[in-house]
């Protein structure tokens, strides 16, 4: 995985893609043999879509995939936007971390609420600076929100997330989004040497 991630990422700065690699993790808890990977695009759709051209079409991309899809079992991708009230935190960088993936799969026209109480709600979760991204679907699996944490280890989450509930409000949070969650999943995450989020 890690000699293709690296060819992948001199491929993407050759061939000007148009992308940042925000995170590139495995899972440590979850399913087994998963990588995570969160791409950025800063010119939005027009990005994309370039980038879409490249990878379905330059010769490098294919010879790229050809060898890639060899390893795999499976692959799926969503297209997500950042919440707009979500702090763009970045974790301590000289220290490693694990990460969390929290995801919620929402009844449907449930979204706007959903960001409403988090709005409020993430307020009693930036003590540490855990707060790290929160996403929710475009294309792809409709009404799943993604949040992302960072601790330091299991005992600073367990710690971390014992804390929020002594203060005022997070109850309220909690208690106005649970009935709104048809699903949800956390996955625990180990970022791999070339992701910049460590």
């Given at each position: 995985?890690?000699?293709?991630?690296?060819?992948?990422?001199?491929?993407?700065?050759?061939?000007?893609?148009?992308?940042?690699?925000?995170?590139?993790?495995?899972?440590?808890?979850g399913d087994q043999?998963?990588?995570?990977?969160?791409?950025?695009?800063?010119?939005?759709?027009p990005a994309l879509n370039n980038a879409t051209v490249k990878y379905r079409t330059d010769k490098d991309f294919l010879e790229f995939r050809s060898k890639r899809n060899k390893m795999l079992r499976s692959?799926?991708?969503?297209?997500?936007?950042?919440?707009?009230?979500?702090?763009?935190?970045?974790?301590?960088?000289?220290?490693?971390h694990i990460y969390e993936l929290r995801s919620y799969v929402l009844k449907p026209g449930t979204m706007i609420e959903w960001g409403n109480n988090w709005a409020r709600g993430i307020q009693h979760r930036r003590t540490n600076n855990e707060a790290v991204a929160g996403f929710f679907s475009s294309i792809g699996h409709l009404y799943t929100a993604h949040h992302l944490w960072a601790y330091e280890d299991l005992q600073t989450r367990k710690e971390t997330r014992e804390a929020a509930w002594r203060r005022p409000g997070w109850d309220e949070c909690v208690a106005y989004t649970v009935p709104l969650i048809r699903h949800m999943e956390s996955r625990i995450l180990i970022p791999t040497p070339f992701s910049p989020l460590q």
């Amino acid at each position: 995985m890690v000699f293709c991630s690296n060819e992948f990422q001199k491929l993407v700065h050759e061939k000007r893609w148009g992308a940042q690699l925000v995170g590139s993790f495995t899972v440590e808890v979850g399913d087994q043999d998963e990588a995570i990977h969160i791409w950025e695009y800063d010119g939005g759709y027009p990005a994309l879509n370039n980038a879409t051209v490249k990878y379905r079409t330059d010769k490098d991309f294919l010879e790229f995939r050809s060898k890639r899809n060899k390893m795999l079992r499976s692959r799926r991708n969503q297209i997500l936007l950042r919440f707009s009230f979500w702090p763009r935190e970045t974790p301590t960088p000289d220290r490693s971390h694990i990460y969390e993936l929290r995801s919620y799969v929402l009844k449907p026209g449930t979204m706007i609420e959903w960001g409403n109480n988090w709005a409020r709600g993430i307020q009693h979760r930036r003590t540490n600076n855990e707060a790290v991204a929160g996403f929710f679907s475009s294309i792809g699996h409709l009404y799943t929100a993604h949040h992302l944490w960072a601790y330091e280890d299991l005992q600073t989450r367990k710690e971390t997330r014992e804390a929020a509930w002594r203060r005022p409000g997070w109850d309220e949070c909690v208690a106005y989004t649970v009935p709104l969650i048809r699903h949800m999943e956390s996955r625990i995450l180990i970022p791999t040497p070339f992701s910049p989020l460590q």
